[in-house]
């Protein structure tokens, strides 16, 4: 699915269900007010980090951001670093 507005949470239940989960149970986690706290929480302590786009991976506390990091990524995990 392309140009989905995943900020609707029907519409990410819909992507959700194409990939085989139960959209009834997507939409009502989406819309619980504790899911959504958590989310809050995590996207504060995200920032917190420095984290400021996506993909964005910390290995042993390195940061590494977006997919054409990933060719280093798996270097610093098969040498322990650089």
Do not use: C, H, Y
């Amino acid at each position: 699915m392309n140009d989905v507005n995943i900020s609707n949470p029907s519409d990410t239940a819909a992507v959700a269900a194409s990939l085989g989960f139960d959209a009834a149970e997507v939409e009502a986690a989406l819309n619980d007010p504790a899911v959504k706290e958590k989310l809050k929480t995590e996207v504060d302590a995200a920032i917190g980090r420095g984290v400021f786009g996506s993909p964005f991976v910390f290995v042993d506390g390195e940061p590494f951001w977006g997919f054409d990091r990933f060719d280093q990524i798996e270097r610093w995990l098969a040498t322990g670093g650089f």
